[in-house]
């Protein structure tokens, strides 16, 4: 007889949140311009704006925090992090960030000149925002049914088109290549895995063209994981053997180790180059902190150490993976229109379907977002024509992205299936009554147009 499983691992400590009313909703909307960056989150009920730094921390992270060394340089709780680095990646050269964003910063400076390319499966909005400001431009080419959000399920959905690749990098030529970028799991579009069979393919392709290739690790755990259940090829193998593998292909990576480093801040810059290093490590000087610390304190480096040790435990993944298909199911067999098959760390509802009368100028994904909040005070975030769509500066010209999600992102190690039902059953009342939404105009964007979903404003239609 088989028998059901739970989580694995058992609560030893609580956080209240509190429930408010629509009424109460309706204002903190209105007033934070119905961007829900901007309401409290003191006001949110279940978070699913992020799966960046909510993870809840193990209790030998929590030890691990009373070990930390404040030293300013060469710290002990460094060399603890560079073993755990070492061990788990089997990268050499471990530079430390205050989070991912500031590795973007490091590899868009270190590798992208002005006006040359950046080559991704799908860039994240982060290093996308940093290449850009510094000059560069940047080229998503995953497979095609990866910017599909109704596309038929395929097991790796985050692949990168690699004829499309050899085509942009002959038109456009290898010198006006920086990078190639692997994102793994592909966030924007569904948190989708990428198979190791296209990590050596792309790797490959890189190499045949003389252009670095380089990977976001942010969620390489999950990645192994779609990668161990899904490529016959690793189905004995072990989560770590599996990152090691994956990352044998690159010379540099970046992490933003809130994700599947289990921890509420930092970041990682790993190598394999020791003229990378030392340029990773002037600039972390200038921008971050002295080499060994990199803007964070040392009971982080001691969480972050024992997370990426932690992060690589199967049951825990399959926990994790199986929470994120819980909730999916729930929606598709209510008749929301989904990214199929889930991914690794959230649910993306397909908003064009789900509104189907909402055009996409409207910002249908971003209405999405603020009837849940309206509805049930659960917050989550638009990723479509506000935070990929983008105007021409001397034509005015718009342009939309092809996908157009609201992302359900799921914190690690923090909800229950209780909260999962929660959101289906709210997602489920907007759609029953749909067809009486209407869209959102865009008030105020930022300067930088691949940002601008962070603070953009709006009011409704």
């Known amino acids: 007889m088989k028998y059901q499983t739970a989580e694995p691992f058992r609560i030893k400590m609580i956080e209240h949140v509190k429930k408010t009313t629509i009424s109460e909703r309706q204002t903190w909307l209105k007033e934070a311009g119905y961007n829900v960056f901007k309401v409290k989150a003191e006001n949110v009920y279940i978070d699913c704006l992020t799966d960046s730094g909510t993870s809840a921390m193990s209790k030998n992270q929590w030890a691990a925090l009373m070990m930390g060394d404040e030293s300013y340089a060469s710290c002990d709780s460094f060399f603890r992090l560079e073993k755990s680095v070492h061990e788990v990646f089997d990268m050499p050269f471990v530079q430390p960030v205050h989070q991912g964003r500031a590795a973007d910063y490091l590899i868009a400076k270190i590798y992208c000149k002005p006006g040359q390319i950046a080559i991704g499966n799908m860039h994240f909005d982060t290093f996308r925002g940093n290449a850009e400001v510094l000059g560069a431009k940047v080229a998503d080419l995953v497979i095609q049914a990866g910017k599909d959000a109704s596309s038929a399920p395929e097991d790796f959905k985050g692949n990168m088109d690699i004829q499309a690749c050899e085509d942009f990098i002959l038109k456009n030529g290898p010198e006006n290549i920086g990078l190639i970028m692997m994102t793994v799991t592909c966030n924007n579009n569904g948190g989708q895995p990428v198979s190791m069979k296209n990590i050596r393919e792309t790797a490959a392709l890189a190499q045949k063209y003389n252009i670095p290739f380089t990977m976001d690790i942010a969620r390489i755990a999950e990645n192994a994981y779609f990668i161990k259940t899904r490529e016959a090829e690793f189905k004995h193998a072990s989560i770590s053997s599996i990152i090691r593998q994956t990352l044998s292909y690159c010379e540099t ?141 001397v034509t005015g010209e718009s342009h939309w992205p092809e996908l157009e999600t609201m992302r359900i992102a799921i914190s690690r190690r923090v909800y229950t299936n209780n909260h999962m039902d929660c959101i289906a059953n709210a997602l489920k009342d907007i759609y029953l009554n749909r067809a009486s939404y209407k869209g959102l105009k865009l008030t105020y964007e930022g300067p930088i147009q691949s940002l601008r979903h962070f603070t953009a404003g709006f009011e409704l239609i």
């Open 253 to 393: 990576a970046v992490m933003s180790a809130k994700k599947d480093g289990l921890v509420n801040i930092g970041g990682l810059f790993l190598t394999r180059k020791q003229d990378i290093f030392t340029m990773a490590n002037q600039l972390a000087i200038v921008h971050e902190g002295f080499i060994t610390y990199g803007g964070l304190a040392g009971r982080d480096l001691d969480a972050l150490a024992v997370g990426l040790r932690e992060v690589c435990d199967f049951d825990y993944l399959e926990y994790r993976i199986k929470q994120v298909e819980y909730l999916g199911n729930k929606l598709k067999e209510a008749g929301i229109p989904i990214i199929e098959p889930t991914g690794g760390h959230g649910v993306y509802v397909d908003a064009r379907r789900f509104f189907t009368h909402i055009p996409q100028n409207e910002f249908p994904a971003q209405r999405l977002v603020v009837a849940l909040y309206e509805l049930s005070g659960i917050r989550c975030v638009e990723l479509g024509a506000c935070a990929f769509g983008t105007t021409d500066p």
